[in-house]
């Protein structure tokens, strides 16, 4: 059983286009990361939430963290190519799990 | 800050032989440092924990036998990858938490490896 559902798995969109990621689970977490990977090099912070009901923005990029601290979710404004790559939630539920990643594909 | 470093980035390898990747905090100590493999276009999956100057903690299903970790000083935990086979083939990630931090973890670059 996966402690973290990410949704979707695969996202493909033209440049411009908004889109949302899901990063859902049954239990609380003290707090939840998100991260972008890009092929061939390891994954790169992107922002830690750690407040039920926080929103954290990172330029185009908005994070939520849901008020009972058992989801997130990653909004991204008028996507762009550069934007494409591997996107996952983890937590350090005392180790740091993932859920199974979004692969965003940006097109121009 | 927060610099994790890896070796060597990409390694081939014949079967049946071993293999040793090496990753490195480079700016921080790192009491705990965790070993991920990822397949083409899916997520990380957590092979093991290891702290320094402890055994590795594996996870259920990972051979311990055959991955071995060493996480002999606070920068530098290795996984040797023994009697290697194709299906082991895999980028191989690292990461490490600094002393202290509970939930910031920083990455290495991951490591190509290709069993012929």
């Known amino acids: 059983t996966q402690l973290l559902e990410q949704s979707p798995q695969f996202l493909s969109i033209q440049e411009g286009e908004n889109l949302t990621v899901y990063c859902n689970s049954s239990?609380?977490?003290?707090?939840l990361q998100w991260y972008r990977q890009e092929p061939g090099e390891g994954p790169v912070l992107l922002v830690t939430?750690?407040?039920?009901?926080e929103v954290k923005k990172l330029k185009r990029l908005t994070f939520q963290f849901g008020d009972a601290r058992k989801d997130s979710s990653l909004h991204i404004t008028a996507a762009q190519p550069g934007d494409t790559g591997l996107y996952l939630c983890?937590?350090?539920?005392?180790?740091?799990?993932f859920g199974q990643g979004t692969i965003l594909t940006v097109h121009p | 800050g927060a610099v994790v470093s890896q070796h060597p980035s990409r390694v081939i390898c014949k079967s049946g032989t071993s293999v040793k990747i090496e990753c490195r905090s480079l700016?921080?100590?790192?009491?705990?440092m965790f070993w991920y493999r990822q397949f083409p276009k899916q997520s990380l999956m957590l092979m093991a924990t290891?702290?320094?100057?402890?055994?590795?903690?594996?996870e259920q299903g990972v051979e311990k036998d055959k991955f071995l970790i060493n996480h002999a000083s606070l920068t530098l935990s290795t996984l040797t990858v023994t009697s290697a086979h194709p299906e082991d083939s895999s980028f191989y990630i690292c990461?490490?938490?600094?002393?202290?931090?509970?939930?910031?973890?920083?990455f290495g670059p991951g490591t190509r490896l290709t069993v012929t």
């Open positions: 990461s490490a938490r600094a002393q202290g931090l509970d939930y910031e973890q920083y």
């Open positions: 239990s609380v977490f003290s707090s």
């Open positions: 939430v750690v407040t039920g009901g």
């Open positions: 983890g937590t350090s539920y005392g180790k740091l799990t």
């Open positions: 700016d921080f100590q790192a009491t705990t």
């Open positions: 290891s702290n320094e100057g402890s055994k590795a903690t594996y």
